[in-house]
């Protein structure tokens, strides 16, 4: 088993989620791993990598950059009903449309 090539998230589970920790690996859609142990935690998940990755090149999937960077920028269109919404939330906030979309979607990754 091969150490790590691309970088991962680890987070610890709640009790009520089973404890124990998961992890992610943001550059790899859908790859993850969990254990009781950080330890066995690492290990599955380059278990996970590698597999993900086998299974990639099997089926002729694209294979993502390491650490691929982001500009933080792309251009969304929406309905100008949405978009009027959008502005008057914004001025009754105080801030800007692109604030208040990115408050938005950040609350959102945070729950999911």
């Not at 920028?73 to 939330?89: E, I």
């Amino acid at each position: 088993m091969a150490e790590t090539t691309y970088p991962f998230e680890v987070r610890q589970l709640s009790a009520e989620d089973g404890g124990g920790f998961f992890v992610t690996f943001p550059d790899l859609p859908g790859c993850m791993a969990d254990g009781e142990t950080i330890m066995e935690t690492i290990r599955n998940a380059m278990d996970a990598e590698e597999s993900w990755l086998a299974t990639a090149r099997e089926f002729g999937d694209p294979i993502p950059a390491i650490g691929q960077s982001y500009s933080g920028k792309w251009v969304q269109r929406v309905p100008k009903s949405v978009h009027a919404r959008v502005a008057y939330l914004a001025s009754k906030e105080g801030v800007s449309i692109n604030s208040l979309v990115a408050s938005f979607i950040a609350e959102g990754l945070g729950r999911h």
